[in-house]
């Protein structure tokens, strides 16, 4: 079998995506990989520019939190897994 050693996930940040998100971590888990999360989002306005940071930051706190959540659901919270999130609006 092939191992993998990075693996993407992508995300909008607003659904409840605790089954995919335990499956990225079980597949890092296994392999011994990196896991990449990109959120997503639309492009912030000019007029709401200011609101662009505090969203991203609150972005990438849900998605702590489901992380936590996912891997507490399986038991690998204590194995270290290497995640970097990423928000890319626009």
């Known amino acids: 079998m092939h191992r993998f050693h990075n693996i993407l996930f992508v995300s909008h940040g607003i659904k409840n995506e605790t089954e995919a998100l335990q499956l990225a971590l079980k597949l ?3 392999n011994e990989a990196q896991l990449h ?3 997503t989002c639309p ?3 000019d ?3 200011e609101y662009k940071t505090s969203y ?3 972005l990438i706190d849900k998605m ?3 992380i936590q ?3 507490s659901g399986l ?3 204590k194995k270290k897994i290497p995640i970097d999130i990423e928000v890319d609006c626009g």
Do not use: D, M, R, Y
Request: proline share 8%; no cysteine.
């Open 47 to 49: 007029t709401l520019s």
């Open 75 to 77: 038991g690998v919270s």
């Open 69 to 71: 959540l996912a891997k």
């Open 56 to 58: 991203e930051a609150s």
């Open 64 to 66: 702590n939190k489901a």
């Open 37 to 39: 999360i990109l959120i």
């Open 43 to 45: 492009p912030f306005p």
């Open 28 to 30: 890092a888990s296994k």
